[in-house]
């Protein structure tokens, strides 16, 4: 024999049940709105930075001034690029830039400290309008691992006098 429920039971079980699906369907739209007000955010994975750095003696060269805003025609300057790994990434590929109106390939001259012969090597630019950009190490980029350090020793000279700006930046592809 089959005992009815009583309607008082079935009430409840139904307000449970509406509640139930009110509550999941706040917090999905909930979550939908958030997405799309807030951007994204990308987890960094490694930290560049521009550094002042010493290379007296480095590869037979003296010491430079670190690259101030306003450069001055025919100085060289010293520029530290500072690689952190903050977790692993395969093929990260550093790049470093040099900006102002109208500036070009010949505007510029850099060099780069090469560990594996001791020697200072030209580094090339790409000419991007406005912008020169180079890259630091593999154009096929390295393997970068949580404590990865590397520091890109590079020596700058100017075509003009004035100011422009530096960056550098990575790219995981």
């Known amino acids: 024999m089959i005992k009815k429920v009583p309607s008082s039971v079935r009430s409840i079980i139904l307000a449970v049940a509406l509640s139930a699906v009110l509550i999941s369907t706040a917090y999905l739209a909930a979550g939908a709105v958030h997405d799309r007000i807030i951007p994204e955010v990308e987890e960094e994975f490694v930290a560049v930075t521009i550094e002042e750095i010493d290379t007296d003696g480095l590869g037979g060269t003296s010491e430079h001034p670190h690259i101030p805003t306003e450069v001055v025609e025919g100085i060289a300057y010293d520029l530290g ?58 154009t096929a980029g390295t393997d970068i691992y949580d404590g990865y350090e590397r520091m890109y020793r590079l020596i700058v000279s100017f075509g003009f006098d004035g100011e422009c700006q530096e960056d550098c930046w990575v790219d995981a592809g």
């Open 81 to 138: 690029v500072r690689v952190l790994g903050l977790e692993d990434k395969d093929g990260v590929v550093v790049y470093f830039s040099i900006a102002r109106d109208g500036i070009s390939v010949d505007d510029v001259e850099c060099y780069y400290f090469d560990t594996v012969s001791s020697s200072w090597r030209p580094l090339y630019f790409v000419d991007q309008g406005d912008t020169l950009r180079a890259t630091l190490g593999p």
